[in-house]
């Protein structure tokens, strides 16, 4: 019997004694909820009230991150980049600070792109003040997509294409983390994006100048002689390409001159933007093949060619407008505005072709 005992014994301290070494198993990390992250919005060129301002004095470009999630999550080691598909351009969130990379239910997170230091040098990517700075600038030009993947390099999401986004437009959800791509009335860095569009505005006949003795029109040939011009405003907020339209010198004939419809980046007018007609006589490209007449005709601007979107007789009593002198314009005192009237080259508003009018 006291064997049993003694054998009894020694198995109970046995197992205590294992049951005493054994360590509890480690807690796995946190699984982050990446695929609530979405880009929400972005902009390629922030000049007017920028959200930051660099060492250079320029506004950086940004990219808006949106967690659409009911959990926080931490973005840190995640992969932004605008050129998906290609690896070695992906450029990887911090994890110095999860502070600032952990985005909240419903909230933002700002990467600001493409930054320069005082002397003119890259910013690292790095954090720095409470900020995401990523060593990548954003261009408008080319097929361009912004997308953000996973420390796993899996895609989480892309933004629509943003080729050919104008200064100072961002582009972004209508409805944050869901919504469709469209440009924006409004940027809105770090806050729900506004979601109305751009006012879509007109082309109006903006100025013009019937005898050019001294004036060089930017975009001309300097070389070339100096040309009558009729100078295209846009009043609204997106581009509109007017490849395609019709200029003329005469009212009752609004096919006088086609300009060409394969080349949008010669014939687009930008938003609150200028586009030069050059009238000499040579008939291609933004060349009319008519000249103004000194002693008065007409301008006008025709969108298919069989109505008039906006024409002006000037010249003789009864006519629209008052003949402009030799190196005068005729334009309106106020960009887009009603009332026209006379730039005199000598006073403090001369004519400003492809600029503000009346300013100096």
Known sequence: MKKYILISIITALFFSGC????????????????????????????????????????????IELYNKGTKAVNIAGMWVTDNPGVE???VQVPDTDATVTTIPPKGFLVLICGAADAQGNDVPTSIADGKVFLDMGLSSSGDNFAAIYDPDKTEI???????????????????????????????????????????????VINEFMASNDIWSIPGEDPSATFPDWIEIYNTGETAIDMGGWYATDDLEDLVAYQLPSDNPELTTVPSKGYLILYCDGLGEGLHTSFKLSSGGEAVGISEDGTSLTEGYTYGDTGSDLPNPPTDFSAGRNEDGGVSWVIFDPDSSTPPTPGTANGQK
């Open 19 to 62: 049951v005493k070494d054994e360590q509890p198993a480690p807690a796995p990390p946190p699984v982050e909820n990446y695929g609530d992250i979405v880009i929400n919005e972005l902009i390629t060129k922030d000049l007017t009230d920028p959200y930051y301002v660099d060492g250079m004095g320029d506004g950086a470009d940004w």
């Open 88 to 90: 070695e351009d992906y």
């Open 157 to 203: 999401d892309k933004s629509d294409d943003f080729n050919g986004l104008e200064d100072d437009k961002s582009f972004g959800r209508k409805t944050d983390g869901t919504g469709e791509w469209q440009v924006l009335a409004t940027k809105t860095p770090g806050m729900p994006n506004d979601g109305s569009e751009p006012v879509a505005g007109v082309l």
